[in-house]
């Protein structure tokens, strides 16, 4: 009995040890946590200088992917980066400027608190269009939200969103299990009568 009682109090007293131990690296790892945390800028936007997005602009103008997605991504995401998207389109190419097109399209008749007309909206759906043949997946993925969605100036089609989907899979059950988490992910939009654009 008494062996048993000295076995519980040992057992306790390793299990207070490792909560003690448990408890203090905890604290231990929060104060580095909280020391380094102070130091890294966490913010995805980057300032940059006029000289810098100065370069940045001559560099895309040169046909710098980099100094592009650069620009779009971190310094000017707004209406002021549409003709560079569509230089960099029309120019060179560039998968990634025809979804940017498209975005920035639809944001500068947003900024301007005007609904988009049908030509316009058709003229960036066709830089999505092209985008996607270049392989460009951000095109390929809002062209099957919109053909499964449907918006005024674009009919609901579930074939061809099912096309655009499924078009870089070539297993059956993959693109099965792709089709019908789309479906599910995009069902409460249909019934809600949304409009995708």
Known sequence: MKKCIKKNMVMKIIQSKNIKLLIAFSF??????????????????????????KNMEKRIIDGDTLAFFNY?????????SLPYALYMANKFNY????????????LTFQKCGI?????????????????SELGCIPCTENIAE???????????????AKKYLTKDTNDEIIK?????????LYQKSIQRKDERF
Do not use: C, M
Not at 146 to 160: V, W
């Open 95 to 106: 998968p990634l400027s025809y979804y940017y097109v498209y975005e920035l399209s639809l």
């Open 176 to 184: 099965s299990k792709q089709w019908n988490s789309f479906k599910e």
């Open 28 to 53: 231990f790892y929060f104060l580095v946590y909280l020391s380094f945390a102070q130091q890294i800028d966490w913010s995805l936007t980057h300032k940059y200088s006029e000289k810098d997005l």
């Open 115 to 131: 609904i988009i007309d049908s030509t316009s909206y058709l003229f960036a759906f066709s830089y999505l269009l092209k985008g």
């Open 146 to 160: 919109i053909y499964y969605i449907g918006n005024r100036y674009i009919e609901r089609d579930t074939l061809k």
């Open 72 to 80: 779009i991504f971190y310094a000017k995401h707004s209406t002021e």
